[in-house]
């Protein structure tokens, strides 16, 4: 047997009501730091990575409010700022964006799959406990004057020695979740049946695992030649040029792999209509994932000359084509089925618009005569990415909050949180991809202001526009804290796949009793239209 067909399920769980069921979940601290739950580590994944973003963003305001008017304004000593800039940019996407979207993902995958748990628990949980460690020694070696560009050589070192600890724990989690998906499936869930979300998730976490080892070996060898007082791959100032290609497109694409997916998935139960050609969909999300990987890319460094190449220029205009393949392919749904107005449905909306804008971007800058490589022109396709990642992502804990938390989430509130997200996000990137067009402001130098002044006053508001969304974001999940004595229902959105069969919110082993046997890509579906 192959290991992607997967027998029968024999195992019969007892439900979250039998009280003896209850009682073998340990509860309070020893619940949380000792449980291999899936649903236990992607919400302390969720959780953690939401208070990262929450700083992040306001160190990315302190950025644009400098940037208003260079000369008067000084937020960040010469000596810092460098330093500052790089943990933003690796923040945003290493302790924000990844973290968030595999929380989600570890909740909900094993459930859309129908398995009772995921693949490697205790790997899983290894994984957040590795990823949290390395995230905080991250910061620490920054608080002691180290990281690119810094001062002291211990803590550069031991900057180095994080990075490749969260890289790691990333990795480890991408293991887990692509198992997951191949060999775990419930009988008859093919991978041509699997929902497009957790189809996103197994595609970006293979993509994981074939460019981050890339990164990881990088950092093993920049953190042997510094820490043994060596220069062959740069000073200081330059390690953060030896990992820059993970920031830019194509890399950077990986990271929104997951929006394609959760976009697909939401809008299709929206719209009450199956995805058609299904084979399309996910031909995209692959095409997506193909088209993101940059590991070829990893020597290049800061020169301009490789990333002018053919190869690279062919990769991103060819990026667009999968977004607006998906694009597409959801307005046909609302064309066959019906319009729903559901938080779901603007967030799916308002992450892949942002993400169009990204790769667009992305598509104009590769083309060399604009010579917009290295400017920051790159940062605002790097925040459009980054930015619609996490819309998905919290559209996701929005969608599947009966899954992830104790109730549903705040509709109303769900509902105005993506829109204020588009707005922000659009204000933070546009100006961006204007100054570097114009040839204002360079992507990496120690003395970085970046931008035009006027258009980083708009970044400024901006950024506020974006903390102000995931405020709201965050303020409408919190009924999944508390929960409610009224009984919470298993499916609020007449949803297509296995993931509505687990009662809300779902036991220990995720299903009650036995799955019936899939019979398409929408049991669901199938099962209302038996009745």
Not at 122 to 146: E, F
Not at 277 to 283: E, F, K, L, S, Y
Not at 481 to 506: F, I, Y
Request: aromatic content about 8%; overall charge negative.
């Amino acid at each position: 047997m192959a290991v992607t067909e997967t027998p029968r399920e024999t195992v019969t769980t007892a439900s979250v009501k039998d009280p003896e069921a209850r009682g073998l979940q340990p509860t309070g601290l020893a619940g949380v730091l000792g449980s291999g739950d899936h649903k236990v580590i992607g919400r302390l994944y969720v959780v953690t990575a939401l208070a990262f973003g929450l700083a992040l963003v306001a160190l990315g305001e302190l950025f644009a409010v400098e940037g208003t008017s260079a000369d008067t304004l000084d937020v960040f000593s010469s000596e810092t700022v460098f330093q500052f800039f790089t943990l933003f940019r690796v923040g945003t996407v290493f302790l924000l964006a990844l973290p968030l979207i595999i929380g989600v993902a570890l909740v909900v995958v094993p459930l859309q799959v129908g398995a009772r748990s995921i693949a490697f628990p205790r790997a899983a949980a290894a994984s957040y406990w590795a990823w949290l460690m390395g995230s905080a020694l991250l910061v620490a070696s920054y608080l002691m004057n180290g990281g690119p560009g810094g001062g002291r050589a211990s803590g550069v070192n031991l900057w180095l020695a994080s990075m490749g600890l969260v890289v790691a724990a990333i990795l480890v989690a991408a293991v887990c979740l692509a198992t997951t998906v191949l060999a775990l499936r419930h009988t008859g869930l093919t991978l041509d049946r699997v929902p497009m979300f957790a189809w996103s998730v197994a595609i970006a976490s293979i993509m994981w695992l074939l460019t981050l080892p890339v990164l990881l070996a990088m950092l093993a060898l920049l953190y042997v030649d510094h820490r043994h007082g060596g220069s062959s791959l740069g000073d200081n100032a330059g390690i953060y040029g030896r990992i820059l290609w993970v920031f830019r497109n194509p890399q950077i694409y990986t990271v929104a792999i997951p929006v394609l997916g959760f976009a697909a998935d939401v809008l299709a139960t929206t719209a009450r209509a199956r995805i058609l050609p299904r084979v399309a969909a996910q031909g995209a999300i692959a095409a997506f994932g193909v088209l993101g990987f940059g590991a070829f890319l990893a020597g290049a460094g800061t020169s301009v000359d490789t990333y002018s190449t053919w190869l690279v220029i062919g990769i991103g205009l060819a990026a667009v084509l999968p977004v607006l393949a998906v694009l597409a392919l959801s307005a046909d749904l609302f064309r066959r089925g019906s319009f729903r107005l559901t938080a779901g449905a603007l967030y799916a909306t308002s992450a892949l618009l942002i993400l169009l804008l990204g790769v667009g971007a992305g598509a104009l800058g590769s083309i060399p005569r604009l010579e917009t490589t290295h400017t920051i022109f790159d940062l605002g396709v790097t925040h459009a990415v980054v930015l619609a990642s996490v819309i998905a992502s919290l559209g996701g804990l929005h969608w599947w909050a009966t899954k992830i938390g104790r109730g549903p989430a705040n509709e109303a509130l769900g509902r105005l949180a993506p829109l204020v997200l588009l707005i922000g996000a659009a204000a933070v990137v546009i100006p961006d991809l204007v100054s570097g067009l114009a040839g204002e402001g360079a992507e990496k130098r120690l003395d970085w202001t970046g931008g035009i002044e006027g258009l980083n006053a708009v970044v400024a508001i901006g950024t506020l526009v974006v903390a102000l969304g995931m405020a709201a974001a965050v303020v409408s999940l919190l009924p999944l804290l508390k929960g409610t004595d009224a009984v919470v229902e298993a499916d609020p959105w007449e949803g297509q796949s296995l993931e509505w069969l687990s009662p809300s919110p779902p036991p220990l082993a995720n299903f009650d009793g036995e799955l019936p046997v899939v019979t398409s890509a929408e049991p669901l579906v199938d099962a209302r239209e038996e009745t």
